[in-house]
């Protein structure tokens, strides 16, 4: 089941889409826009797309299968553009039998719009009282409507503000909304469409159905048996997380990699401080004052912006002379200048190609109009359509036993009898 939201009528419809049958994840997500959204079309007009889509295995209980797919257009890129992230919705999506949710047009009124979904279905609310809120006040907010367990997918003022590397923040397990779907601007697109968050309450949802259950566990547990062989999976990643090995991005996650750094009185809590982050908010700027690092990340987080573009960015200022490189204060200033919507934080939100043909510098660490990243989209093709998490990647690669799983699970869930290829193609 898949809804379409008109955000220009305010209207909600239900559709089966049957032309996407058998597809999950990215495969699912660019198809939509694909196939459905004009080449010509403005990223941030009303004919572009925002669609949202959970992975084939979704709400079942298969470990680490609780990934979200998002895909648009990219105000970044100017072409098709998915980004994946953890946390609680694809999952919860996935117990109410809801496989997409589709959003188009452009809102009647300026204002901020809410986006509930339950097993009664989906409504539209506006909620002008969460305009221009960072992402944690705005969850905040929900939270004390909806209850601490509902899934929250929420813009900042990034989005809000339309700039081309704006994320969209969502919850996992313990509320904080800390995972990401940062490629590519999708923030503007939701922001474009007037919409501030989606929020998912999974209460008295019937839950999934299997052709096959028994086989279903089987299938599972060869996946779980290879997770749990490795030294990643729930040993070296949570003892590295260390002040708390207990957050899980979502139900079923073995690896435990998200991870938390206490925050002083006045801070959100900082999570999901990854490996590119890292790069683009440390070693790239020459920052090596973790604290600070965590508070360029943190604030990225809360304003709603990709920390690999705005690391970007930040090193297009330095080569202006706008800033000086291991400068972390003067780093965190003009995060807090793309926050407020200031002419520069306009600059450095529109990316970090655009912010270094502003500024006349002569390079940016950008292919295609976006920074570089770490994604391995051709290993991970089978991993995003089921809706599994990248670090059964390897596992995957490593063990074919994983891989045997994965293809058992998607077939005793649907009755298919796909082969390991055809689910390939399925997510490429």
Same mark, same amino acid.
């Given at each position: 089941?898949?809804? !379409?939201?008109?955000?220009?009528?305010?209207?909600?419809?239900?559709?089966?889409?049957?032309?996407?049958?058998?597809?999950?994840?990215?495969?699912?997500?660019?198809?939509?826009?694909?196939?459905?959204? %004009?080449?010509?079309?403005?990223?941030?007009?009303?004919?572009?797309?925002?669609?949202?889509?959970?992975?084939?295995?979704?709400?079942?209980?298969?470990?680490?299968?609780?990934?979200?797919? =998002?895909?648009?257009?990219?105000?970044? @890129? /100017?072409? =098709?553009?998915?980004?994946?992230?953890?946390?609680?919705?694809? @999952?919860?999506?996935?117990?109410?039998?809801? !496989? &997409?949710?589709?959003?188009?047009?452009?809102?009647?009124?300026?204002?901020?719009?809410?986006?509930?979904?339950?097993? %009664? &279905?989906?409504?539209?609310?506006?909620?002008?009282?969460?305009?221009?809120? @960072?992402?944690?006040?705005?969850?905040?907010?929900?939270?004390?409507?909806?209850?601490?367990?509902?899934?929250?997918?929420?813009?900042?003022?990034?989005?809000?503000?339309?700039?081309?590397?704006?994320?969209? /923040?969502?919850?996992?397990?313990?509320?904080?909304?800390?995972?990401?779907?940062?490629?590519?601007?999708?923030?503007?697109?939701? /922001?474009?469409?007037?919409?501030?968050?989606?929020?998912?309450?999974?209460?008295?949802?019937?839950?999934?159905?299997?052709?096959?259950?028994?086989?279903?566990?089987?299938?599972?547990?060869?996946?779980?048996?290879?997770?749990?062989?490795?030294? #990643?999976?729930?040993?070296?990643?949570?003892?590295?997380?260390?002040?708390?090995?207990?957050?899980?991005?979502?139900?079923?996650?073995?690896?435990?990699?998200?991870?938390?750094?206490?925050?002083?009185?006045?801070?959100?809590?900082?999570? /999901?401080?990854?490996?590119?982050?890292?790069?683009?908010?440390?070693?790239?700027?020459?920052?090596?004052?973790?604290?600070?690092?965590?508070?360029?990340?943190?604030?990225?987080?809360?304003?709603?912006?990709?920390?690999?573009?705005?690391?970007?960015?930040?090193?297009?200022?330095?080569?202006?002379?706008?800033?000086?490189? &291991?400068?972390?204060?003067?780093?965190?200033?003009?995060?807090?200048?793309?926050?407020?919507?200031?002419?520069?934080? !306009?600059?450095?939100?529109?990316?970090?190609?655009?912010?270094?043909?502003?500024? &006349?510098?002569?390079?940016? #660490?950008?292919?295609?109009?976006?920074?570089?990243?770490?994604?391995?989209?051709?290993?991970?093709?089978?991993?995003?359509?089921?809706?599994?998490?990248?670090?059964?990647?390897?596992? =995957?690669?490593?063990?074919?036993?994983?891989?045997?799983?994965?293809?058992?699970?998607?077939?005793?869930?649907?009755?298919?009898?796909?082969? @390991?290829?055809?689910?390939?193609?399925?997510?490429?």
């Amino acid at each position: 089941m898949f809804y !379409r939201v008109d955000m220009a009528a305010l209207a909600v419809t239900k559709e089966q889409c049957v032309q996407y049958q058998g597809l999950g994840g990215r495969g699912l997500s660019l198809r939509i826009v694909a196939e459905a959204v %004009n080449p010509n079309t403005h990223p941030l007009g009303g004919e572009n797309k925002l669609a949202l889509a959970t992975g084939l295995l979704a709400g079942t209980g298969a470990p680490n299968a609780g990934r979200l797919s =998002v895909s648009a257009k990219s105000p970044l @890129t /100017g072409m =098709v553009k998915e980004s994946n992230a953890g946390g609680e919705m694809g @999952t919860k999506l996935g117990r109410l039998g809801i !496989r &997409g949710i589709i959003v188009e047009g452009l809102p009647p009124e300026d204002t901020a719009y809410v986006i509930r979904v339950s097993a %009664n &279905g989906l409504l539209i609310e506006t909620m002008p009282e969460l305009k221009g809120l @960072t992402i944690s006040a705005a969850v905040a907010r929900l939270q004390g409507i909806s209850g601490p367990a509902a899934a929250i997918g929420c813009i900042g003022p990034a989005g809000e503000n339309k700039m081309a590397s704006a994320c969209i /923040g969502f919850t996992g397990r313990d509320g904080s909304p800390d995972r990401q779907a940062g490629r590519g601007g999708l923030g503007a697109v939701m /922001g474009s469409k007037g919409l501030k968050a989606i929020v998912v309450d999974d209460s008295g949802a019937p839950g999934v159905s299997f052709a096959d259950e028994a086989a279903f566990r089987a299938g599972a547990q060869k996946l779980i048996r290879v997770l749990q062989a490795r030294s #990643a999976a729930g040993q070296t990643l949570a003892g590295y997380n260390g002040d708390r090995p207990d957050r899980l991005c979502s139900a079923g996650c073995m690896i435990r990699c998200p991870q938390g750094y206490p925050a002083k009185p006045d801070e959100v809590a900082a999570g /999901g401080l990854k490996k590119a982050s890292r790069r683009s908010l440390g070693t790239s700027l020459e920052i090596d004052n973790l604290d600070d690092i965590v508070l360029m990340n943190r604030l990225c987080n809360d304003y709603g912006v990709d920390t690999v573009e705005m690391g970007d960015a930040l090193r297009v200022a330095i080569e202006a002379g706008i800033a000086q490189s &291991g400068n972390s204060q003067a780093a965190i200033r003009l995060i807090h200048e793309m926050g407020k919507a200031t002419p520069l934080g !306009r600059i450095l939100g529109a990316g970090g190609e655009a912010a270094g043909k502003v500024f &006349g510098v002569k390079w940016a #660490a950008a292919v295609k109009k976006t920074g570089a990243g770490d994604e391995d989209p051709a290993a991970a093709a089978l991993i995003n359509a089921a809706g599994l998490c990248r670090f059964a990647v390897a596992a =995957v690669l490593e063990n074919p036993d994983a891989l045997a799983g994965i293809v058992e699970m998607c077939n005793a869930r649907y009755g298919w009898n796909k082969t @390991t290829e055809e689910y390939i193609n399925m997510g490429n």
